[in-house]
């Protein structure tokens, strides 16, 4: 068994769904609604891909190197001027969150 529910798992029924929408639905239709069909099925992609994504731990770590617990935490900091003297960290730690988003998000986007 996979997961708490069984199968299908969540993220298997999202990729159904928008492989549904890819391959049978705008294949028969046109126009806005065509567009809009792809537009939900991109969506639904980036719920699978967060529904398989592991733990952020590299999220975590950057955050815990700057003392910080979560992103709202270092967000008030930045704003506060608090890490003002250390921008080089600050800027490694955005980078990390910055590419687990895009990884997710847009896969391949960050990638060199």
Do not use: K, Q, W
Not at 17 to 44: K, Q, T, Y
Not at 55 to 73: F, H, K, N, T
Not at 85 to 94: F, S
Request: negative net charge.
């Amino acid at each position: 068994m996979s997961g708490l529910y069984g199968r299908p798992t969540a993220a298997e029924l999202i990729a159904a769904v928008a492989d549904f929408l890819d391959n049978e639905v705008r294949g028969a239709i046109e126009g806005p609604v065509n567009f809009h069909a792809r537009v939900a099925a991109n969506v639904l992609r980036v719920v699978e891909r967060e529904l398989l994504d592991g733990p952020a731990d590299d999220v975590a770590a950057a955050l815990g190197r700057l003392g910080y617990a979560d992103e709202d935490e270092l967000a008030m900091a930045i704003r506060a001027g608090d890490l003002d003297d250390r921008p080089d960290d600050v800027l490694a730690a955005l980078r990390t969150i910055v590419r687990r988003r895009l990884d997710v998000a847009h896969p391949g986007y960050a990638s060199p």
